[in-house]
Every structure is written in structure tokens, then in C-alpha cells.
């Protein structure tokens, strides 16, 4: 049986979530807006995007101004919300749409866009158009999950949580409200229907749920064991010169933290650096002086990379490759991904 449309409608007109990309009651959210909160929200919590999208917003209040920055400096907006991929689809998609002349607001239109795959194309389209789909997240996978009691374990099941997912929005008021329907969808899975401890006595869809009726709710949706991530290692150089400024270089275009700024260093590997290999590597003749360690975690690795700390004269008295010099002001202007800005404050910069 599927679960009153009307009640979830009701539920969300009372407990909606006041989000600063979302527009309130009776309003439409732009379709800019609504794309660039998904793009930043994808792999990263609501708390951390809240600021970005603030200052982002503020500082590419347009498409088009999007479309006409250059790449370096939106990265360098990017910084710190990682998987920086997701930041030059969005400049090369700003681009694109600045040429279309407007936002395509069809899924099919949405989906042939650079980083817009099926999940944002429906998002978009339901959010900011009102076309009757039902986006299908993390929230309206559990969601799903437990309203049918689906026990089979991800990924494996989301084709089937994606196919019991579109007979959601089937009643008349789902069809006739898409954009709020959709954004109940993530509200109830965000604060409701959450992974641990789902409070299933405030639910709107509580009578219709088969997971909550077969005391199961916690235990969905199943999720297939996850391999361990491989540890790899590496080491990173902050050279300053007299006047306190940098050395930094720039990451290849492709790979990953891609056309990113970095301290110069090694490669990063699965066996640790010995000191002796790894002031092989360094940029200058210097005395160099380990500060410690960082360990970032990626999506597919976890790095540990050892901050070693020197300073010279002036650069341009050493033959140093490629790179460029910068001061200590202008560090927070740069695309530094977070795991750089670590090293950076284990040597004392900001």
C-alpha cells in the first residue's frame, strides 16, 4: 500500500527544514540554487555546506558569473569542501548553461549536463520546475527501504529501492506539489527517518511503514561490508623564504585533488617514507626539520603524509621546478584541499 502523499505534504508544511538554499512556503527555489546546494551536498553533511553555499553564493550570485570565473579562483572558493571534481563540473556546467541561454528543466536535458547524473537531473527538475519525479538520495533510499521492508543489502538494491521509490509521488497531491513533495521526501529520511534510532512515532507514514510493523526500522536498509581502505604515505615540503612567503605548486589536471594547489612533496605510496628518500624529494637544498604528521581520510584511502619545514633566502637563488612563491596573505585566496591547509598549520601558517 502506498503511504498518504497528503499526510507527508501536512508533515512538511509543519516541520520543513529552514535551509538557506530553500525557499519558503509558497515560493519556488531557483534553479541555480537548487543545483549548487546538490552539488555541494553530495558526500558532505548540511552543517558543512551551509557556510560554502553562503559565501559561494555571495561571491557567483549568478550563472553567468559562474560561467565567466576563472577555474583557479572557483577552486580556490571550493576549498575545503573536497571531491573538487564536483567543482570544475560545476564551473564547466555554468559555462553551458550560460551558452544554453537558460536552465534546461527537463531530466534528460538536466542529465547530459557535465556532473549532473539522475539523482541532481531529478532533484532540479522537481525542485526548481515542479516536474512530478521523485529524486532518490541516501534519506528516500531508507526511506523506501523501510516503508517496504526491503532487506536486500546495497548497493546491490538500488534498483529495486529506485523502482519502489517512484510509486511515491503516484497521488494526485504528490503530482500537483512535486517541489514540496520531493524536499518532504528528504526532510522525513534527515529528521525522522534517520539511520539510528528513527523516531517512528512522529512519523506521518508510520501506519503504512512494513519495517516499523515487523520491529525492523533500525535494522534497514542492510548495507553490504565495506572493505578496508588502503593506507598510503607520503611526505610535503613548506619552504618559506626570508619574507615568510611559500613555495606551492600545482597539481596535474587530472587524478585525483586535480588542478589543485599543494606543497611540493613525494608521490604517495602504500610503504612509508624513510627521511633519507624523502628529502630526496624535497624542492631546495635546506635544512629541513620534520614537524610532524597529518592523516587525511579520502573516500577510497586514507593518507599519511610526514610536514618537513625549511627556509632560505630567497627562492630564486635555488633551482626549484615549477611552482610559484606565495605570501602568507594571499594562502587563503588559494585552492588548497583540506589535507594541504592541515600541513600548512602543523608548520604554523595559516
Known sequence: M??????????????RRDLPWRAPPGGRTPPYHVWLSEIMLQQTTVVTVKPYYSRFLSRYPTIEALAKAPQEDVLAAWAGLGYYTRARNLHAC??????????PSTVPALRALPGIGDYTARAIAAIAFGVPVVPVDGNVERVTSRLFAIDTPL????????????ILN??????????????????????????????CILCPWQPHCSAYAQGIAEKLPVK????????KYGACFVLRDRHGAVW???????GLLAGMTELPGTNWRLEAWSEQEALSHAPAQAEWREVGFVTHVFTHLTLQLTVYDAQISEFRSHPLGEGFSCSVQALEAQALPSVMRKCLALAGLP
Open 2 to 15: 502506498i503511504p498518504s502523499a497528503s499526510a507527508l505534504l501536512d508533515w512538511y508544511e509543519r516541520h
Open 248 to 254: 606551492l605548486r600545482r597539481r596535474p589536471e587530472k
Open 155 to 166: 548497493p546491490a538494491a538500488r534498483r529495486l529501492l529506485a523502482q519502489q521509490a517512484a
Open 94 to 103: 555554468a559555462q553551458q548553461i550560460a551558452a544554453l541561454g537558460a536552465f
Open 224 to 231: 553490504a561490508p565495506r572493505g578496508a581502505k588502503p593506507q
Open 170 to 199: 503516484t497521488e494526485p497531491a504528490a503530482q500537483a506539489n512535486a517541489s514540496d513533495f520531493a524536499q518532504a521526501l528528504f526532510d522525513l529520511g534527515a529528521t525522522i527517518c534517520t539511520p539510528r534510532a528513527p523516531t
